[in-house]
């Protein structure tokens, strides 16, 4: 894993809006309709050939796939493994529960894609392995063609995935983890193996706290949290720190938050899990203010910090002197090398749903890399 050893580097959280022809395969291919699967390999592989080329031209330095194949961050592992099936419950936001003329305005704006969420139903295990080959192989072939230096892809962590796909077939929350990080065991290895970054995606240690538990103290909370840690780390056993970075986020949408756990709660307990780098949230409303939990709080001297510096839910394209003054205050505290500029949360982590318009999108990512040179001037 690159650091900041010259000048602060950028990256992002994983996915990217989608253009219109991969939206449509994916949100039919999640449905469960026909659709002609020549032609739909061919436009993923196009898809993540141009997201990378992008990338790289804003000048990205850890670039990612976009997620481009997948229909949701944390839903796409029902191609990919056994033991799901018919539909979860919905999920609550207890942050939402007070507001039902908003839930439904937000409803509306989602109307254009349902994300099909199954549920546990029986053992969990790999069974199918060219979807993930796939997705290898075409980022191989467009980090080279690119020629870009360093690159990660997304994978739902053990905990995410119990929160999105209930379970109705172990005796336990425990036992259901456990057979979730022995299946994604693979996939992360696999990744990894390839020659890329891994990064898994943790939202259940910080919006877990407000859909699954919303009716649990915080203190219970914080234990089932130290279970979801003990289950992603047994699932990267094989898998150097070095080369894995985790996010959390308390949940890409635009709402009040006000449920939301602090960082000052949580923080000791992220820092457990394996990976070397943590992506999290620093430039929304309900949490650009917890760069002063690092202040008192710090960070290990092992593990590298990816904050947000651009809301991922909002069309205001931040300023790069805005950007640059936040890195510059992370920098301040830990140490530059130690910092990397990041986003909030992914731009398309559900196919078809997502508020950033993709030309938006491409002018905060370029406000990001040009706040990072700034800071970078100042820094160096």
Not at 119 to 136: I, W
């Amino acid at each position: 894993m690159r650091r900041s050893t010259e000048r602060i580097l950028t990256t992002h959280v994983g996915s990217l809006p989608r253009p219109d022809d991969v939206m449509d395969f994916l949100v039919t291919k999640d449905a469960g309709e026909p659709y002609d699967y020549a032609a739909y390999d061919a436009c993923m592989r196009r898809a993540v050939h141009d997201v990378v080329a992008e990338q790289v031209a804003l000048g990205i330095d850890v670039v990612s796939d976009g997620e481009a194949s997948k229909p949701g961050y944390a839903t796409y592992i029902q191609d990919r493994l056994t033991g799901f099936s018919g539909e979860s419950p919905p999920i609550h936001f207890a942050d939402l529960a007070g507001f039902p003329k908003y839930r439904v305005r937000m409803g509306q704006a989602a109307a254009v894609r349902r994300v099909v969420r199954s549920r546990c139903t029986g053992p969990v295990a790999v069974s199918d392995t060219q979807a993930l080959e796939t997705d290898l192989e075409n980022f191989r072939d467009a980090l080279d063609a690119a020629e870009a230096k360093e690159g990660f892809l997304n994978a739902a962590s053990p905990g995410v995935i119990a929160i999105f796909q209930s379970n109705d077939y172990y005796p336990s929350h425990e036992k259901y983890l456990a057979a979730l990080a022995a299946a994604m065991k693979e996939e992360y290895s696999a990744v990894v193996r390839a020659g890329f970054l891994l990064q898994v995606d943790c939202p259940d240690l910080a919006m877990g706290r407000h859909v699954s538990f919303s009716d649990m103290s915080d203190t219970e909370f914080l234990k089932e949290a130290e279970q979801n840690i003990e289950a992603l780390n047994e699932a990267l056993s094989d898998i150097p720190a070095e080369s894995v970075r985790m996010h959390i986020c308390w949940g890409n949408y635009e709402g009040p938050h006000h449920c939301d756990i602090g960082l000052e709660k949580i923080l000791n307990i992220i820092v457990k899990a394996k990976p070397s780098a943590i992506s999290v949230e620093a430039a929304n409303p309900r949490h650009a203010h917890e760069w002063a939990v690092l202040q008192e709080l710090g960070l290990p001297d092992d593990k590298i910090l990816i904050p947000g510096l651009i809301d991922s839910t909002s069309n205001y394209v931040e300023h790069p002197e805005l950007v640059a003054q936040r890195i510059q205050r992370f920098a301040e505290i830990i140490g530059r090398e130690r910092v990397m500029a990041g986003v909030d949360c992914g731009f398309g982590t559900f196919a078809g749903i997502g508020k950033v318009d993709p030309k938006i999108c491409h002018l905060k990512l370029k406000a990001l890399v040009e706040g990072a040179s700034l800071a970078s001037e100042r820094l160096w």
